[in-house]
């Protein structure tokens, strides 16, 4: 067996609701097939219960085989907290986003940004218990999407990632909203804006563009809360 150990510096963007998740150990730690074997990594969280916008945490790789290249423990690092920030903002969206920074180990981390902010559209809906969501999503390693489902997440993380300007976001989710079998594709219909988004500028310029892609991805959100119900049977 090898162990890896990191220091994770989480800065967060928005006020944090979930300090009885992180006091949970609901997530604590992921364990991921690989052909070299199973590699489990994990974070302490319990730093985040504080109110201090930027915290730092442990977070461990263990390869359990030993088997697994020292040179690719980062890869699975950055997985762990994609899935992170994707379970938690399906149970509750919009609750948890911001910048991660981890250090320690052979080789470098790729710094990541999670920009929750587009989740925020459905924060007015009542939250999934973590578990659920847990029992729902089993995660892996696959990086094709090859189902409805896993189109769907893949494109909430692009989205979550920032790698999507305005006309991007509505391409996004429309194909959500088609993966889902979700007939009202009014987002693929918003006008295409300049940059500026100025209403300054053009008076026609006003909410509308913005609450129409808000509206897309409370329908998603909420199709994908609808599909964990299902499996926990509520």
């Known amino acids: 067996m090898n162990e890896y150990r990191f220091t994770a510096e989480v800065a967060r963007s928005i006020r944090d609701r979930n300090a009885e998740l992180w006091r949970s150990g609901l997530l604590r730690e992921r364990a991921y097939t690989t052909r070299e074997g199973i590699i489990r990594v994990g974070a ?9 916008e930027i915290v730092r945490i ?16 980062p890869s699975f690092v950055e997985l762990f907290f994609h899935d992170v920030f994707l379970l938690i903002n399906i149970a509750d969206p919009g609750s948890f986003g911001g910048a991660v920074t981890v ?6 981390v790729n710094d990541m940004v999670f920009d929750a902010s587009a989740f925020a559209c459905s924060a007015s809906s009542p939250a999934l218990p973590l578990s659920e969501v ?13 189902t409805p489902m896993q189109r769907v997440l893949f494109h909430l993380l692009h989205i979550a990632r920032g790698e999507c300007d305005e006309w991007m976001l509505r391409a996004r989710l429309t194909d ?12 693929a219909d918003v006008p295409l804006l300049h940059p500026l988004h100025d209403e300054m500028l053009d008076e026609r310029v006003d ?20 599909a964990v119900r299902e499996v926990g049977g509520r």
């Open 103 to 108: 250090s320690g180990g052979e080789f470098r």
């Open 134 to 146: 847990l029992a729902w999503y089993r995660g892996g390693t696959e990086q094709m999407a090859t």
């Open 44 to 52: 302490d969280w319990e730093p985040l219960v504080s109110e201090e």
């Open 176 to 187: 959500c909203l088609m993966a889902l079998g979700i007939s009202d594709l009014v987002v």
């Open 58 to 73: 442990d977070v461990w790789a263990i390869d359990d085989g030993g088997h697994l290249a020292a040179r690719d423990v």
């Open 207 to 226: 909410d509308s563009v913005s609450e129409e892609t808000d509206r897309a991805m409370a329908k998603v959100l909420m199709a994908i809360q609808d």
